[in-house]
Structure formats: C-alpha cells, structure tokens
C-alpha cells in the first residue's frame, strides 16, 4: 500500500507541474495558483501519517492513497479540469466518499482514544464507537461547508455553485454516506467479535 501511495502521489506531482509551467505559458494565473496549492496539498496525507506515527495514533493503512486520490478527484479534476460544471453529480460524489471514508478513519482514531476496561462491555463501546464515528462524520461535513461558503464570501471561489440547494444537497449525501457506512461498520465490528 506505502509504495502504491507513493506512486501515486508521485505521478499526480508531475501531471501537476506539468500543468503548472503550461499555465504560466498560456497566463492562466488562477489555474497556476491552483495547481501549486494542490502539488503542496497532496503531501499533507502524509506528512498526517508521520505525524501520527510519532504520537501513536490509528489511521487506516489506505490513508495516503485515498487521501491523495480524493485531493486529486477534487482540486485537479474538479476545479483544474472543471469536472464540477462538465460531470453534474462529480461534487455529490466526492461528498459521498468523504462521508464514507472519514467514518473509516474515525473508526480507527477512537481505537486509539478509547481504552476498553472491565467495566465496559464491548457491545456498549462497539456502540459509542459507532455514535461518534458518525457525529465526527457529519460534525466535519458541516464545517467544510461553512469553508465553502467562506471562500464564496471572501474570496469569491464559488465554491458553493447552487446556494443553499448545494450545501444542503452535500450535507444529506454526507449524512447518508456516513449513516450507511457507521452502520456496515457496527456490524462487521459486532459480527467480528463473537
């Protein structure tokens, strides 16, 4: 998986300076900014991996590579090339895998939280990992569209293409992404463990 990650982020590094030197060729200064933002962006996945290595904290082993994956979907393929005008459901989608995945990763961080004690039961704590698994979910949707809109606001990024509509359309695909997800999880979990 570290070499797959790495391969990848390697790869998405060089389409993106590529496209970087042919923007300050053609003058497309938006685009160069962009393109330089997401290269930096695609090596805080793992700069997050380090970082929780040397404190000791789960993340899943896909991490990197979902991570540099999405960033890619979203910055080059959505704002870069568009995807967001061009693929009418492209901005649903990513919302979806984030509300998917980041139940998965918060999964893995409460492993690390949560110590399991006599005095629990595993059913209960299976129970509160699910609960919080989903509240992280939904709780870290919310603030990325207030991020949205923010950037709508103060740096007119349109960020938030069809208003309300959007944020709550993103925010109801994030829930039931979580929602569908928390639960797969709680039972595999609970299945697992018998």
Known sequence: MKKLSFAMLILFEIILFIKAVLCIFTKQWSEFYLSLLTIVLLL????ITYISKKKKVNLPNS???VSTIFIFLALYLGEILNFYDIIR???LLLH???GFYLVIISYHLIDGVIVHTT???KKRLLFVKTIFSFSFTVTLGVLWELFEAAG???VNSHMVKGGLEDSASDLL???IAAFFTSLYYHHKLKNKKR
């Open 63 to 65: 991490f990197n590579l």
């Open 152 to 154: 709508d606001f103060l």
């Open 89 to 91: 459901w492209w901005d």
């Open 119 to 121: 005095k629990t039961s």
């Open 44 to 47: 805080m996945p793992f700069l």
């Open 173 to 175: 695909v994030k829930i």
């Open 96 to 98: 979806a895998i984030f």
